[in-house]
C-alpha cells in the first residue's frame, strides 16, 4: 500500500530555516498537504501543493515538489519558536476517496 | 470557519467496557474520518464514510465500529476497550475529496 516517510525529529535555532522532508511511493497522488500540529492540539492545514506544480510559496513557508523523485519538502523561512510543533506530510490516496495518508511526523524544535 | 468537535479531551475506561468517541461537524461535509495517533508511528486511518449510514474500513478497523446515523456526526465504538486501544483519536471531515478539517483529538487511557 501506500507509504509515507518523514524523519522524526529536527532542531534549528531561532532565525535559521527549517527544512522538512517527506517521501512518498503512491506517484498517482493529486494533493499533497503539510500539517502542523502543536502540543494538545488537533491538525491543522498549513499548506498543500498540487501535483502538477512543483513550487508553493505562502509568506515564510516554501513547498517543493519533485514528482519524479517522489520527494516533497516543507521550508520555513525564518524560524521562530512559535514553529514549534510536529509536522505532517500527507498524500491523497488512490482512487476519489478523500482519504489521506499521513507520514509518522516531524517534531521541530526551535532554540532561542 | 470549519468546526469539528470531538465531546472529550480525555477519557479514561477500563478494560473490557464499551467506549464511544462522538464526532460533530457543522459544515455539511460528506466526508467523515476516525484516524488514531501514536508516537513514531503518524496517523492511521481505523474507519471512514461518505455518507450517511455508509462506512468504509480503513487501515486497523480491528476492535473498532462505527455509526453514522445523522450527516454531522460520526461516532467511533469500542466494543470491549482494551489496553493497546489506549491512545489519541482524531476525528476529521472534509468536503468530497478535498483537504481534511480535524478536531482537537480525544486522549483515550484503558487501564
Known amino acids: 500500500g501506500e507509504d509515507v516517510e518523514q524523519s522524526l525529529f529536527l532542531s534549528v535555532r531561532e532565525g535559521d530555516s527549517s527544512v522538512i522532508n517527506c517521501t512518498y511511493t503512491?506517484?498517482?497522488?493529486?494533493?499533497l498537504y503539510w500539517y502542523k500540529q502543536e502540543p494538545g492540539a488537533g491538525l491543522q492545514l498549513l499548506t498543500y501543493?498540487?501535483?502538477?506544480?512543483d513550487m508553493k510559496q505562502d509568506q515564510r513557508l516554501t513547498v517543493l515538489l519533485n514528482k519524479k523523485d517522489k520527494h516533497l519538502s516543507l521550508r520555513i523561512a525564518d524560524t521562530q519558536t512559535g514553529d514549534s510543533a510536529i509536522y505532517f506530510c500527507a498524500v491523497s490516496g488512490s482512487g476519489n476517496t478523500g482519504k489521506l495518508i499521513f507520514g509518522q511526523g516531524t517534531t521541530l524544535q526551535v532554540k532561542p | 470557519d470549519v468546526k469539528v468537535t470531538q465531546s472529550s479531551r480525555y477519557l479514561v475506561k477500563r478494560t473490557g467496557e464499551k467506549v464511544f468517541l462522538e464526532c460533530v461537524q457543522d459544515m455539511d461535509h460528506e466526508n467523515m474520518f476516525w484516524y488514531r495517533q501514536d508516537p513514531g508511528l503518524g496517523l492511521r486511518l481505523i474507519y471512514f464514510?461518505?455518507?450517511?449510514?455508509?462506512?468504509e474500513k480503513g487501515d486497523i478497523p480491528e476492535g473498532y465500529s462505527v455509526s453514522r446515523e445523522k450527516k454531522e456526526r460520526f461516532s467511533l465504538i469500542l466494543e470491549s476497550a482494551s489496553t493497546n486501544q489506549t491512545s489519541m483519536y482524531l476525528c476529521a471531515s472534509s468536503l468530497l475529496s478535498q483537504k481534511l478539517f480535524f478536531g482537537s483529538g480525544t486522549q483515550l487511557s484503558v487501564l
Open positions: 501543493i498540487f501535483s502538477n506544480m
Open positions: 464514510s461518505y455518507d450517511v449510514k455508509m462506512k
Open positions: 503512491d506517484s498517482s497522488s493529486t494533493y
